[in-house]
């Protein structure tokens, strides 16, 4: 290692890394993803499916239940696969960022190499995951669609980033990011709780994003309230890890 190198180089160059060594997280991307919303589209009933789109007290739009499903399926999977890549690879990394700050580089400056390449593997997953929605159903603005896919993924790895400094291994990383999961895309979704466009629900960390994905996706309605509810829960969250780490690596003794 050149001791030349910036500590966001160093941090974003090995966080790159042990995400190629992931090969699970990159089978489920390339695999998964297309199984898991073909499976949607082709089994769920085309029965329709109201829902509020834009900001609170839109006109409601109804659309073909398995079109619309699949969209929530598109985020559910985005957010636990690059949920679970943050997790583990910050996870494995503790030791590595302990001895790094001990050989006097800067905590903050190591989170922002690992947020630099997780923003990276979030952007290509969600241009994936955009393309086989495209292949599968008509979609009205497939731009904003794939910028709400991308806040979701960046908020899940925010939140994987900070679970991996608190709990003490990774089979509770994984339990924790499925339960979450769970209660986050199943409250939202009409098609299973009737009251998923009550105001109560913008608390749900991927609320805004997948109301603004569907919104994109099915209307014309304007997104921008549900694009800034995400922004706010990835800006809260990012800076929670970032506590969480710079906790995690504050114990590590700087080298003289």
């Given at each position: 290692?050149?001791?030349?190198?910036?500590?966001?180089?160093?941090a974003?160059?090995?966080?790159?890394?042990?995400y190629?060594?992931?090969?699970?997280?990159?089978?489920?991307?390339?695999?998964?993803?297309?199984?898991?919303?073909?499976?949607?589209?082709?089994?769920?009933?085309?029965?329709?499916?109201?829902?509020?789109?834009?900001?609170?007290?839109?006109?409601?739009?109804?659309?073909?239940?398995?079109?619309f499903?699949?969209?929530?399926?598109?985020?559910?999977?985005?957010?636990?696969?690059?949920?679970?890549?943050?997790?583990?690879?910050?996870?494995?990394?503790?030791?590595?960022?302990?001895?790094?700050?001990?050989?006097g580089?800067?905590?903050?400056?190591?989170?922002?190499?690992?947020l630099?390449?997780?923003a990276?593997?979030?952007?290509?997953?969600?241009?994936?995951?955009?393309?086989?929605?495209?292949?599968?159903?008509?979609?009205?603005?497939?731009?904003?669609?794939?910028?709400?896919?991308?806040?979701?993924a960046l908020?899940?790895?925010?939140?994987?980033t900070?679970?991996?400094?608190?709990?003490?291994?990774?089979?509770?990383g994984m339990?924790?990011?499925?339960?979450?999961?769970?209660l986050?895309?199943?409250?939202?979704?009409?098609?299973?709780?009737?009251?998923?466009?009550?105001?109560?629900?913008?608390?749900?960390?991927?609320?805004?994003?997948?109301?603004?994905?569907?919104?994109?996706?099915?209307?014309?309605?304007?997104?921008?309230?549900?694009?800034?509810?995400?922004?706010?829960?990835y800006?809260?969250?990012t800076?929670?890890?970032?506590?969480?780490f710079?906790?995690?690596t504050?114990?590590?003794?700087?080298?003289g």
């Open positions: 290692m050149s001791t030349t190198e910036a500590p966001v180089v160093v974003g160059r090995m966080a790159c890394l042990e190629a060594r992931n090969r699970l997280a990159i089978v489920l991307v390339l695999g998964f993803v297309p199984l898991w919303l073909v499976l949607e589209k082709v089994t769920f009933l085309s029965y329709p499916v109201t829902f509020t789109p834009g900001p609170p007290g839109a006109a409601p739009v109804v659309v073909p239940g398995n079109s499903s699949l969209v929530y399926a598109a985020a559910n999977a985005i957010t636990l696969i690059i949920g679970f890549l943050a997790f583990t690879a910050t996870f494995r990394g503790r030791g590595f960022d302990r001895r790094l700050v001990r050989a580089f800067s905590a903050p400056s190591l989170f922002a190499g690992r630099a390449a997780i990276v593997a979030s952007a290509a997953t969600a241009c994936y995951t955009l393309a086989v929605i495209l292949a599968l159903i008509d979609v009205r603005r497939p731009h904003l669609v794939g910028l709400a896919l991308l806040l979701a908020t899940y790895a925010s939140l994987g900070a679970l991996a400094a608190v709990l003490p291994g990774e089979l509770e339990f924790v990011i499925i339960m979450i999961s769970l986050d895309s199943g409250l939202q979704n009409p098609m299973l709780n009737p009251h998923a466009d009550e105001a109560r629900f913008e608390l749900l960390p991927t609320y805004g994003a997948v109301h603004a994905a569907s919104s994109a996706a099915f209307s014309g309605a304007d997104t921008t309230h549900h694009l800034m509810v995400q922004i706010t829960w800006l809260l969250l800076l929670t890890s970032l506590s969480c710079r906790a995690g504050r114990g590590a003794p700087r080298r």
